[in-house]
């Protein structure tokens, strides 16, 4: 008989242990975009609850923002970087196909032969990440996993782009995810339709820009991010209250057992609407970090828990779900323990 293939020993429980963020320097209100754009701060902040975003500096990279996060996140859990095992790094503006950002975070952060990829499932990748995260830890591959949400959207926006010029912006989040004695992260709620990859998209591949590059040389156009609103939108209020309901199902909890809710900041009409249709209590601390910050895509979920715990708004060990979505489409949702910040 062949020797048999030993199997790690798995553990019970996975929790959020601790939250950090980081916000870019520059802050960008509407007034400095508004000409741009044809448009007003009025038209911006009924559109979509947005007063001001923050676009990154040219020292403020991907890899930058990342180790700010996650050192404020190891500190918030108690840990040191070489007590991580795995680093999952969500985003979609890295802008070089290899190596992965979270590799060279890892190693930033001074860890050595540590496992560590990227996920690209646009606004939904932070939450596709985290669920990476709890299963390698109940699978027991790894013992703490750092996960990191981070974009530079700036870097894809056409700033003349009425339609998505105002909406996105930069910056990261970081947690750490590792054992625990009871329940912290509830089984992902996760999904994707790949029919509606219109709705956002980088709006040409790279090859048709290099061709367009020999043809045209300097004249042709770089790839931005383009972004239909109205169907997103459309998607949003008709689909996720369904995956909201699963996320909370999967979890044995209810809404009414909710402390807070930490949707993807898109919106704040998309989240409006999915409070209505939710029917959330008044009791609950709903996150509206778009107002200041924008819509940070893969960072979104986790600079908006981190804001809602630094206002007091919300407090560690709250029941809170929270939801991703946007390009895919996709989407992907866990009721979560909020974890401590540094």
Not at 83 to 96: E, R
Not at 319 to 335: K, N
């Amino acid at each position: 008989m062949p020797a048999p293939i030993a199997t790690a020993s798995p553990i019970a429980h996975a929790a959020l242990l601790g939250l950090g963020a980081y916000r870019p320097r520059r802050v960008v209100p509407n007034a400095e975009i508004v000409d741009r754009i044809e448009s007003s701060d009025e038209w911006i902040r009924t559109r979509s609850g947005i007063t001001a975003r923050r676009w990154a500096e040219p020292d403020e990279t991907i890899v930058g923002m990342s180790v700010a996060a996650s050192r404020d996140a190891l500190a918030a859990a108690g840990l040191a970087a070489d007590q991580i095992d795995a680093v999952v790094l969500a985003t979609s503006s890295q802008m070089v196909l290899g190596p992965s950002a979270g590799a060279v975070v890892a190693t930033e952060l001074g860890m050595q032969d540590t496992p560590a990829y990227d996920i690209s499932a646009g606004c939904a990748g932070f939450c596709y990440a985290l669920g990476n995260a709890a299963s390698l830890v109940r699978a027991g591959q790894a013992r703490h996993v750092l996960v990191i949400g981070v974009e530079r959207l700036s870097d894809l926006l056409d700033q003349t782009d009425r339609t998505c010029a105002f909406i996105f912006a930069d910056g990261a989040g970081a947690v750490v995810v590792g054992p625990a004695e009871e329940e912290g992260i509830g089984p992902v709620a996760w999904g994707s339709d790949g029919s509606q990859t219109a709705a956002i998209k980088q709006d040409k591949d790279f090859q048709q820009y290099f061709a367009e590059v020999q043809e045209k040389g300097a004249e042709a156009e770089r790839p931005y991010i383009r972004m239909n609103g109205q169907a997103v939108f459309r998607w949003a209020v008709t689909f996720l209250e369904k995956a909201c309901r699963d996320a909370l199902d999967k979890s044995g909890i209810t809404a009414d057992d909710l402390d807070a809710f930490v949707p993807h900041q898109a919106n704040s009409r998309i989240t409006d609407a999915l409070i209505r249709t939710l029917g959330l209590p008044d009791t609950v601390a709903v996150a509206r970090d778009i107002v200041e910050t924008g819509n940070t895509s893969a960072a979104s979920i986790p600079m908006a828990m981190e804001q809602l715990l630094r206002s007091g708004g919300a407090k560690p060990g709250d029941t809170a779900l929270l939801l991703g979505f946007g390009a895919g489409l996709a989407y992907a949702g866990q009721v979560v323990r909020l974890p401590a910040i540094s």
